[in-house]
C-alpha cells in the first residue's frame, strides 16, 4: 500500500488523466478526486466511498474564472463572494451548466463548485487542464482525514497503486470542511458552516443569510455524519463535569475528553485532548477522533465550543458525529 504516496505533481495528474483516482490535499480536509467529466472515474469515488448515488459531489475548479463552465446562473451577490473568497473554504451551489452532470449533481438541477487553496491542489488542477470531482476521502458518513496517513489507513485497500495515488500535502490547515452556500436564490443560503461564516457573508454580499429549510442535498448535512467507531457524547461547557461523571461513575468504560484548555473538566480517569483555541480545535478535530479510536476508547465527550465563528462549524460537526441510532451510553 506505501506505494500508493507520492509528493509528486505530476504523477498525481497523471493518474487522473488515466481515469484513477487520487487523494488530494486541501486547505480543509482531504478529497478524493476524481476527473469530473469522467463519468466512470466519479462512479468509482462513489464506489470506494460506499456514497449514496443521490448524494452530490463538490467539482473543485483550478481557478474563478472557470465556473461560467460549470453553472448556468451566477448572482451579483455570489460573484462578490467569489471575488472575496476564492481560492478558499467556500462551495457555491449553483443552477448547473450543461457540463455537470448526474453523475456529479445527485441528479438535481445544481452543482457544488470551488476553488481550493492548498498550493499542491493548485498544481495538480492547473497541470490536469480540468475539473476534479473531490468528495472527503474517506468512507461515507465516518471521519473525514486531514492528512496523508488518515486516507491511507482508511481507503489504503480499497485503492488501486496501479492506477491511484495519495498525494501527500501534509497536515490540512483548516481542518472542517468548506462553508457550502446555496447560491440559487436573491439571498445567500448556508447549507454547511464552516470557516467562513454568516457574518463575513453578510459583510461581504450586504445580505443576511436565510435560515429557511431547503431541499437541495448538499455534502455532510445528513443528521448522522463524521462518525468514528466511539460513541460521540457532546455536552455545554456547564455541563462538562456532570456528563464525565455520569459516563465514568461505576462503569468500566474509557473515555476521552475534547475540549478548550479554558475548560474546566475534572476528574483524572478520561484521556484529555485539549486545544487553546477554536482554530486549534477545528484543526485538529478529526485526527483526535481517529486517534480516540485507535486508542481504544469507547465514548469520545466532547465539550461544545461557544457557537460562534469557527465554533459553530465544529459543533455542526460534533453534533452530526453524536447523532447514531442507539449509540448514547449514558
Known amino acids: ?13 497523471r493518474a487522473l488523466q488515466a481515469g484513477g483516482l487520487v487523494a488530494v490535499p486541501t486547505e480543509t480536509v482531504y478529497g478524493l478526486a476524481a476527473d469530473a467529466e469522467n463519468v466512470t472515474a466519479v462512479r468509482r469515488i462513489y464506489s470506494v466511498k460506499g456514497r449514496p448515488t443521490d448524494h452530490p459531489v463538490i467539482v473543485h475548479l483550478p481557478h474563478a474564472s472557470a465556473v461560467d463552465e460549470w453553472a448556468a446562473d451566477v448572482p451579483a451577490w455570489a460573484c462578490l463572494l467569489i471575488d472575496a473568497c476564492w481560492p478558499g473554504p467556500l462551495t457555491l451551489v449553483l443552477a448547473r451548466s450543461a457540463r455537470a452532470g448526474n453523475h456529479l449533481t445527485g441528479g438535481q438541477d445544481t452543482v457544488g463548485l470551488r476553488v481550493p487553496a492548498h498550493p499542491l491542489l493548485h498544481q495538480v488542477l492547473e497541470g490536469f487542464g480540468g475539473a476534479v470531482a473531490a468528495p472527503s476521502a474517506n468512507r461515507f458518513g465516518r471521519v473525514s482525514p486531514t492528512s496523508a496517513a488518515h486516507v491511507l489507513a482508511e481507503l489504503g485497500d480499497a485503492l488501486d497503486a496501479g492506477t491511484d495515488r495519495i498525494l501527500d ?3 490540512s490547515r483548516v481542518g472542517v470542511e468548506s462553508t457550502i452556500v446555496d447560491a440559487t436564490g436573491a439571498q445567500p443560503r448556508i447549507l454547511r458552516p464552516g470557516q467562513i461564516n454568516a457574518d463575513q457573508i453578510e459583510q461581504i454580499t450586504g445580505l443576511r443569510p436565510s435560515t429557511r429549510p431547503t431541499d437541495v442535498r448538499a455534502p455532510g448535512t445528513l443528521a448522522s455524519h463524521y462518525s468514528p467507531r466511539a460513541v460521540v457524547v457532546v ?6 463535569n456532570q456528563s464525565l461523571l455520569q459516563l465514568t461513575q461505576n462503569v468500566d468504560r474509557r473515555v476521552a475528553v475534547l475540549a478548550l484548555e479554558a475548560d474546566d473538566v475534572e476528574g483524572e480517569s478520561a484521556v484529555r485532548f485539549l486545544s487553546p483555541d477554536v482554530a486549534e480545535y477545528a484543526r485538529t478535530l478529526y485526527d483526535r477522533l481517529r486517534r480516540a479510536d485507535e486508542l481504544g476508547m469507547d465514548v469520545v465527550l466532547a465539550v461544545l465550543p461557544p457557537d460562534t465563528g469557527l465554533g459553530t462549524a465544529v459543533r455542526d460537526r460534533l453534533e452530526r458525529a453524536a447523532t447514531r441510532a442507539g449509540a448514547d451510553p449514558r
Request: with cysteine; glycine share 10%.
Open 235 to 240: 455536552c455545554e461547557t456547564e455541563n462538562a
Open 1 to 13: 500500500m506505501a506505494s500508493l504516496l507520492t509528493t509528486d505533481v505530476l504523477d498525481a495528474v
Open 169 to 171: 500535502g501534509g497536515p
